[in-house]
């Protein structure tokens, strides 16, 4: 038990240097505009280049992890988002910063997929729920630690500076995996044709992906849209973002109450469902402008709480021999939803009039979670014969 606790430690730490250095181009976006001379539709850009390669590399990369193995993959991973931050540090200009950026991501996506997998294989069978709620939240932790420090950083030594900080995150993190020897008992699966899921647990599996990528979509119209929410109705810029910020904090600290709840009462698909609806119920109540000076709090508190039992979803219908491959394919998903959401969101403001309209997105998507929450139960209701321990005993 201490072991697996041990390596969900490690794991945690490297997510939130992940987390770290994806936030960073949004945290130093200001001084970048002004180091570069770029405006804000190319920081946009940047911002959402991290994630982009997932859509097409996640189904790959869980090939591929099938072959080499997770702690493999996962080094490779940390050695590209290292050298995508060096040359985003040293860059003299705009494209070959955007370049170390994506080759940052390239790693970032590959890390992400097989640390999930490293977490849902230690504890496959052992409170996986808690677990991964715990992992989970390393995400918030980052990105909230990103915003705290590097505009300070940045304010006081210069934008490149930042960058080095950001470097050494990752550097950090990357010693902190190797030394620990975390995922070495991992195998590795040479059969081509044992490695991809099949039938109902490819349809359960493709359903939890969409699942998890619509939620996180909702989640992504608080933190891109609140505080312009805010803004419009006669907010200062510092005190929304203040405010959108506070969510974050939040969600990382309520977030492994929901794995804690899955796995004391054994009702995974009921403590998703219950927080769905209470998110929805809040994105409902703030698309009519209802309370919004404490919106962003409670939206942390209660959108953390669906986040851990969403996550053990793939590991609960995949068997461990296709659960590399399903989870790329459970990444891919993720990523299109995630990466398009945000965009789909503003041009709904746009149409509509109002960044308000994002919240009525975001709680259509919610409503949506709900009827598949339904599907992946449908499909993966017959598969007691080859689910891992931690699916039958769900």
Same mark, same amino acid.
């Given at each position: 038990?201490?072991?697996?606790?041990?390596?969900?430690?490690?794991?945690?730490?490297?997510?939130?240097?992940?987390?770290?250095?994806?936030?960073?181009?949004?945290?130093?976006?200001?001084?970048?505009?002004?180091?570069?001379?770029?405006?804000?539709?190319?920081?946009?850009?940047?911002?959402?280049?991290?994630?982009?390669?997932?859509?097409?590399?996640?189904?790959?990369?869980?090939?591929?992890?099938?072959?080499?193995?997770?702690?493999?993959?996962?080094?490779?991973?940390?050695?590209?988002?290292?050298?995508?931050?060096?040359?985003?540090?040293?860059?003299?200009?705009?494209?070959?910063?955007?370049?170390?950026?994506?080759?940052?991501?390239?790693?970032?996506?590959?890390?992400?997929?097989?640390?999930?997998?490293?977490?849902?294989?230690?504890?496959?069978?052992?409170?996986?729920?808690?677990?991964?709620?715990?992992?989970?939240?390393?995400?918030?932790?980052?990105?909230?630690?990103?915003?705290?420090?590097?505009?300070?950083?940045?304010?006081?030594?210069?934008?490149?500076?930042?960058?080095?900080?950001?470097?050494?995150?990752?550097?950090?993190?990357?010693?902190?995996?190797?030394?620990?020897?975390?995922?070495?008992?991992?195998?590795?699966?040479?059969?081509?044709?044992?490695?991809?899921?099949?039938?109902?647990?490819?349809?359960?599996?493709?359903?939890?992906?969409?699942?998890?990528?619509?939620?996180?979509?909702?989640?992504?119209?608080?933190?891109?849209?609140?505080?312009?929410?805010?803004?419009?109705?006669?907010?200062?810029?510092?005190?929304?973002?203040?405010? !959108?910020?506070? %969510? *974050?904090?939040?969600? &990382?600290?309520?977030?492994? @109450?929901? $794995? +804690? #709840?899955?796995?004391? /009462? =054994?009702?995974?698909?009921?403590?998703?469902?219950?927080?769905?609806? !209470?998110?929805? %119920? *809040?994105?409902?109540? &703030?698309?009519?402008?209802? @309370?919004? $000076? +404490? #919106?962003?709090?409670? /939206? =942390?508190?209660?959108?953390?709480?669906?986040?851990?039992?969403?996550?053990?979803?793939? %590991?609960?219908?995949?068997?461990?021999?296709?659960?590399?491959?399903?989870?790329? #394919?459970?990444?891919?998903?993720?990523?299109?939803?995630?990466?398009?959401?945000?965009?789909?969101?503003?041009?709904? %403001?746009?149409?509509?009039?109002?960044?308000?309209?994002?919240?009525?997105?975001?709680?259509?998507?919610?409503?949506?979670?709900?009827?598949?929450?339904?599907?992946?139960?449908?499909?993966?209701?017959?598969?007691?014969?080859?689910?891992?321990?931690?699916?039958?005993?769900?």
């Amino acid at each position: 038990m201490a072991v697996r606790w041990r390596v969900l430690g490690v794991l945690f730490l490297v997510r939130t240097a992940m987390a770290f250095q994806f936030q960073a181009s949004a945290a130093l976006a200001p001084f970048a505009m002004e180091y570069y001379g770029v405006g804000l539709a190319e920081t946009g850009l940047i911002f959402g280049l991290y994630f982009a390669p997932g859509i097409v590399m996640a189904l790959p990369a869980g090939a591929m992890g099938a072959w080499l193995g997770d702690a493999r993959l996962v080094r490779w991973g940390l050695w590209l988002m290292c050298a995508g931050a060096v040359i985003m540090a040293l860059a003299p200009e705009w494209n070959t910063h955007m370049a170390g950026r994506l080759l940052a991501g390239v790693g970032g996506i590959t890390l992400n997929l097989f640390m999930s997998k490293i977490v849902a294989d230690t504890f496959d069978g052992h409170e996986v729920g808690t677990a991964m709620s715990v992992f989970i939240a390393s995400w918030p932790a980052g990105i909230a630690l990103a915003l705290s420090v590097l505009p300070r950083v940045a304010e006081s030594h210069g934008f490149t500076t930042g960058l080095w900080v950001t470097v050494t995150i990752v550097l950090l993190g990357l010693l902190c995996f190797v030394l620990s020897g975390a995922g070495s008992k991992a195998t590795a699966v040479s059969a081509p044709g044992q490695i991809w899921p099949r039938g109902r647990i490819r349809a359960a599996t493709l359903a939890a992906g969409t699942l998890w990528g619509l939620y996180n979509a909702a989640l992504a119209m608080v933190f891109a849209f609140g505080a312009l929410i805010l803004v419009e109705r006669g907010w200062s810029l510092a005190p929304a973002s203040d405010a !959108a910020g506070s %969510a *974050l904090w939040a969600l &990382a600290l309520t977030t492994p @109450l929901g $794995g +804690i #709840l899955a796995d004391r /009462t =054994g009702r995974n698909d009921a403590v998703i469902l219950v927080g769905l609806v !209470a998110f929805f %119920a *809040l994105m409902t109540a &703030a698309s009519l402008g209802w @309370l919004p $000076g +404490i #919106l962003f709090p409670i /939206t =942390g508190l209660v959108g953390g709480l669906a986040a851990g039992p969403i996550m053990t979803l793939p %590991a609960r219908v995949l068997p461990v021999e296709t659960r590399a491959t399903g989870l790329g #394919l459970f990444f891919a998903i993720y990523y299109l939803l995630i990466v398009t959401g945000p965009i789909i969101g503003g041009f709904v %403001a746009e149409l509509a009039g109002t960044t308000l309209a994002t919240f009525w997105l975001a709680a259509a998507m919610l409503a949506i979670c709900v009827l598949i929450l339904g599907l992946y139960r449908f499909w993966s209701s017959d598969q007691s014969g080859s689910m891992s321990p931690s699916a039958r005993s769900s």
